[in-house]
């Protein structure tokens, strides 16, 4: 892949002439200090992307950030300084800036740094070699462990050893699995996976809500179904939320729906029935959206396992009843990927424009109403109107005056 870099600069040099950040970078290279743009805005930058934000690195320190910023009348927030970090906050924006360190303590989670001026040493503390490019505010890239050469061959490598930074930071195993699955091409890189694999017992020390927020970037990821796939061969996925994974099913169901939904993915990859929709919000503590979403899906898909072909309109319209639209869809989408059947099947694709299309239907009767044509409140209207709505729906979800009023009647006939 041929990157935006024209003699080892930054071929557009426009992004460093933007407000914020040239403001952010004139303020900390002088007086013997410097400041580049690092981590995943150079990369994104050099692939031709726009950066989500922008992180720098200084050889200032906190204290020196801080009183800088004081003295010019910026906005900032100490946001980790015991690591080096304070957040500068210019004309609405914010840029994290971090002082340059070593670790010189880890236990897995955390570290314990040291502050230094080199460059190259904050460069090999890095996790990916993607990852540890830096611009300086000439446009100079500068390259300490090969990953130009990576990131143009679409190659996600650990920097040095492989378990070390593994062992420094447990999440980097999944951070390898998203990074590998956004940038990568091909299999997953062999020193890496091997090392995942050593010491995937290490997953088990990170916080579910760490997980969660990782999981659901690979997910939505360009080749997330693809190397959650060779993940789970290595035993890298059931262990994240304790149950059993189907990356094939994934895979369908990314091509049947191809848009970026991550908790449809989710369902995917590990929901076939309520229990596991349960497990999945405890294990990863997923927000109330995201568990009620999971659990009202696998409760819609329990009539449709084993389905070669879709259910009828019918049954499909008594879906959206009683299920509502987004649970119905999510249950039909899931049942054409157990199905097996091609993404592009006409009945299946039919079964969907129906689900996406048809309004909702709404039971056209009232407890009110009841009430107003002779029936006690209490009880009686409760089954009255459960009554009710099976002969609603029985009779085709019918919205004519003429016959609605015969279904009411008849009704109240057999409640008399």
Excluded: C
């Excluded at 995942?196 to 969660?212: C, K, Q």
């Excluded at 039971?363 to 009110?368: E, I, K, Q, V, Y």
């Amino acid at each position: 892949m041929t990157l935006a870099l024209h003699d080892g600069r930054l071929a557009d040099l426009s992004v460093l002439h933007t407000p914020p950040l040239a403001r952010a970078l004139a303020l900390l290279n002088s007086e013997g200090e410097e400041a580049r743009l690092v981590g995943g805005a150079v990369r994104d930058l050099l692939l031709g992307d726009k950066p989500g934000d922008f992180d720098l690195a200084t050889t200032a320190t906190p204290e020196i950030v801080m009183a800088r910023a004081k003295a010019a009348g910026l906005a900032f927030a100490p946001t980790g300084v015991q690591h080096g970090t304070v957040t500068l906050i210019l004309e609405g924006a914010t840029i994290e800036t971090t002082s340059l360190r070593e670790d010189i303590e880890t236990d897995g989670r955390r570290a314990k740094v040291r502050f230094g001026r080199d460059f190259v040493a904050d460069a090999m503390r890095r996790d990916f070699t993607i990852n540890a490019l830096s611009l300086d505010a000439a446009g100079l890239v500068h390259d300490y462990v090969g990953g130009l050469a990576d990131l143009a061959d679409r190659r996600v490598r650990f920097i040095g050893d492989a378990r070390q930074r593994i062992r420094e930071d447990f999440l980097r195993i999944l951070r390898f699995l998203r990074f590998s699955a956004r940038f990568g091409e091909g299999g997953l890189d062999p020193a890496g996976l091997s090392a995942a694999i050593a010491e995937r017992a290490g997953l088990a020390t990170l916080s579910a809500e760490r997980v969660r927020a990782e999981l659901l970037k690979i997910l939505v990821a360009r080749r997330g179904p693809d190397v959650l796939g060779l993940a789970e061969i290595a035993g890298l996925v059931g262990p994240l939320f304790g149950g059993v994974a189907y990356p094939a099913r994934l895979a369908r169901l990314a091509r049947i729906e191809p848009g970026g939904d991550a908790v449809l993915r989710l369902a995917a990859l590990a929901v076939v029935v309520r229990e596991d929709a349960q497990r999945l919000r405890e294990k990863l503590r997923l927000s109330n959206t995201e568990g009620d979403r999971l659990d009202a899906a696998a409760r819609a898909l329990e009539s449709l396992h084993g389905l070669t072909v879709p259910p009828s309109l019918g049954d499909l319209r008594i879906a959206l009843f009683e299920r509502g639209r987004t649970a119905a869809r999510d249950a039909l989408r899931l049942a054409h990927a157990d199905s097996g059947l091609a993404e592009d099947a006409p009945r299946w694709q039919a079964a969907h424009r129906f689900l996406a299309d048809t309004p909702e239907p709404r039971l056209p009767f009232t407890g009110a109403e009841l009430v107003a044509r002779g029936l006690p409140p209490g009880r009686q209207v409760g089954a009255a109107l459960k009554a009710l709505q099976a002969k609603w729906i029985r009779a085709g979800f019918p919205r004519e005056p003429e016959r609605l009023a015969r279904l009411l009647a008849q009704a109240l006939e057999e409640i008399d």
